[in-house]
């Protein structure tokens, strides 16, 4: 079972993941000619960006959580 200090580290670990992956298809994408696999990578990008949006969002959830059951 996580505690608080695990989800959290496991949230910061998951955001730097989407983070790199944000950077990865969006410098893909500057790397490809064809308009439509563009828009697929740049697509893939703002998902990523949407989702390390929802991960931080999460663990400030849970870090408000902590402090104010401290």
Excluded: C, G, W
Aim: hydrophobic share 35%; glycine share 0%; aromatic share 8%.
């Amino acid at each position: 079972m996580f505690t608080k200090n695990d989800l959290i580290s496991y949230l910061s670990d998951l955001e730097t993941l989407e983070q790199n992956m944000y950077t990865i298809y969006l410098s893909t994408s500057e790397q490809v000619d064809d308009p439509k696999i563009k828009k697929i990578f740049l697509d893939l990008a703002n998902i990523e960006q949407h989702h390390k949006e929802l991960v931080d969002q999460l663990r400030t959830i849970i870090i408000k959580e902590s402090i104010t059951e401290d």
